[in-house]
T-cell receptor
Framework: SQELEQSPQSLIVQEGKNLTINCTSSKTLYGLYWYKQKYGEGLIFLMM?????EEKSHEKITAKLDEKKQQSSLHITASQPSHAGIYLC????????????FGTGTRLQVTL | GAVVSQHPSWVICKSGTSVKIECRSL??????MFWYRQFPKQSLMLMAT?????????EQGVEKDKFLINHASLTLSTLTVTSAHPEDSSFYIC???????????????FGDGTRLSIL
């Protein structure tokens, strides 16, 4: 079974709308990383969460990690076309970011 | 900072040939680099962990003799796909982390990937 599940698998939102992407682990995590990938390109680091209940924001993107450190959400406020891409969560199970297991990914499209 | 460069970005070659992909950390020394493979519309699958000056650690199911990894310096790791066949066609991405002393609270930094097509 997949250790790291993301939902939804794909999402189409109208520009200006808010959206949330979820990442759920079957095991407690040391850390949770959010990346964005454009098709056929590398991954861009967004945010890293390590403490239960932690929340971080950058521009219009907010990421949270629950108290049990098994679930994270990524929220985008007032989406823009530049937010389109594939969002991937990566789980650190060893505490040193030495080996990441990635989620299934969420493909986001933002329409005008 | 923490820029990772991957080369080439795209390669097409005939079946049976070997292809080398380079991963360089441009502004930091990376004692550990990772090689991932990504199939269309799927997530990243870790292939191996490359440690400078030692043998790579391969994930279960990854053929060591097919995917040769060399990490000869602190800024360069190479992945060679030997005797490539159409089923090896994929998107390969590398990442690097800062040296272990600095690795805590640091993310992996990714290259832009290499699209490999075997005819």
């Amino acid at each position: 079974s997949q250790e790291l599940e993301q939902s939804p698998q794909s999402l189409i939102v109208q520009e200006g709308k808010n959206l949330t992407i979820n990442c759920t682990s079957s095991k407690t995590l040391y850390g949770l990383y959010w990346y964005k990938q454009k098709y056929g390109e590398g991954l861009i680091f967004l945010m890293m969460l390590q403490k239960g209940g932690e929340e971080k924001s950058h521009e219009k993107i907010t990421a949270k990690l629950d108290e049990k450190k098994q679930q994270s959400s990524l929220h985008i406020t007032a989406s823009q076309p530049s937010h389109a891409g594939i969002y991937l969560c990566g789980a650190d199970r060893a505490g040193t970011a030495s080996k990441l297991t990635f989620g299934t990914g969420t493909r986001l499209q933002v329409t005008l | 900072g923490a820029v990772v460069s991957q080369h080439p970005s795209w390669v097409i070659c005939k079946s049976g040939t070997s292809v080398k992909i380079e991963c360089r950390s441009l502004d930091f020394q990376a004692t550990t680099m990772f090689w991932y493979r990504q199939f269309p519309k799927q997530s990243l699958m870790l292939m191996a962990t490359s440690n400078e000056g030692s043998k790579a650690t391969y994930e279960q199911g990854v053929e060591k003799d097919k995917f040769l990894i060399n990490h000869a310096s602190l800024t360069l790791s190479t992945l060679t796909v030997t005797s490539a066949h159409p089923e090896d066609s994929s998107f390969y991405i590398c990442s690097a982390t800062l040296p272990r002393a600095d690795a805590s609270n640091q993310p992996q930094h990714f290259g832009d990937g290499t699209r490999l097509s075997i005819l």
